[in-house]
T-cell receptor, first 113, second 110 residues
Framework: NAGVTQTPKFRILKIGQSMTLQCTQD?????MYWYRQDPGMGLKLIYY???????DKGEVPNGYNVSRSTTEDFPLRLELAAPSQTSVYFC????????????FGQGTRLTVV | KNEVEQSPQNLTAQEGEFITINCSYS?????LHWLQQHPGGGIVSLFM???GKKKHGRLIATINIQEKHSSLHITASHPRDSAVYIC????????????FGTGTSLTVIP
């Protein structure tokens, strides 16, 4: 199994550009999450989804959008990139919410200049 | 206020040493996870605990629910154990959320 796959691994964006971070999982997990990791800080939840067609905001959703048209895919969209969005982004999935292991992707390192 | 506190923040050890990383949290939880992140790499789940103790190879994780405390131990440490170790908790009643510690950066010197 591939697990959780994120693309791209690295990206440099100019201020105001847009991009989509892709995330796909092949474990038939219901729950998927997007986190950002900033230096010296714990991971922060951006958006999550409990199943296809259902998404909700996390702790730091501003400047991002998501969609969940299939169980496998959970893309994260940045519409107008800002320097504050320079971060490492992690996608994760789990089968359910309680007492189940979470699986993480390899991360996407995004720099906005 | 950080719901999850880890100590130490940084740790340097000689190869072969016994290592302990601590995690304290302030909320009721359904589970606690220990994660490992190598430099420039992804995040790998090491353990998920809701009580007691788990062992995998040279790694041992313990949790005391009453004390709201968990420890990750590494026996006979090796340079390949050098990584950031992250404690994460699932608060009760908020199954969609993890609270993460800021991580402990471990360097094991040959």
């Amino acid at each position: 199994n591939a697990g959780v796959t994120q693309t791209p691994k690295f990206r440099i964006l100019k201020i105001g550009q847009s991009m989509t971070l892709q995330c796909t999982q092949d474990m038939n997990h219901n729950y998927m999450y997007w986190y950002r990791q900033d230096p010296g800080m714990g991971l922060k939840l951006i958006y999550y989804s409990v199943g296809a067609g259902i998404t909700d905001k996390g702790e730091v959703p501003n400047g991002y959008n998501v969609s969940r048209s299939t169980t496998e895919d959970f893309p994260l969209r940045l519409e107008l990139a800002a320097p504050s969005q320079t971060s490492v982004y992690f996608c994760a999935s789990s089968y359910s919410a309680e007492n189940t292991e979470a699986f993480f992707g390899q991360g996407t390192r995004l720099t906005v200049v | 206020k950080n719901e999850v506190e880890q100590s130490p923040q940084n740790l340097t050890a000689q190869e072969g040493e016994f290592i302990t990383i601590n995690c304290s949290y302030s909320v009721g939880i359904s589970a606690l996870h220990w994660l490992q992140q190598h430099p420039g790499g992804g995040i790998v789940s090491l353990f998920m605990l809701s009580s007691g103790k788990k062992k995998h190879g040279r790694l041992i994780a313990t949790i005391n629910i009453q004390e709201k405390h968990s420890s990750l131990h590494i026996t006979a440490s090796h340079p390949r154990d050098s990584a950031v170790y992250i404690c994460a908790v699932r608060p009760l009643g908020t199954g969609n959320q993890f609270y993460f510690g800021t991580g402990t950066s471990l360097t094991v010197i040959p």
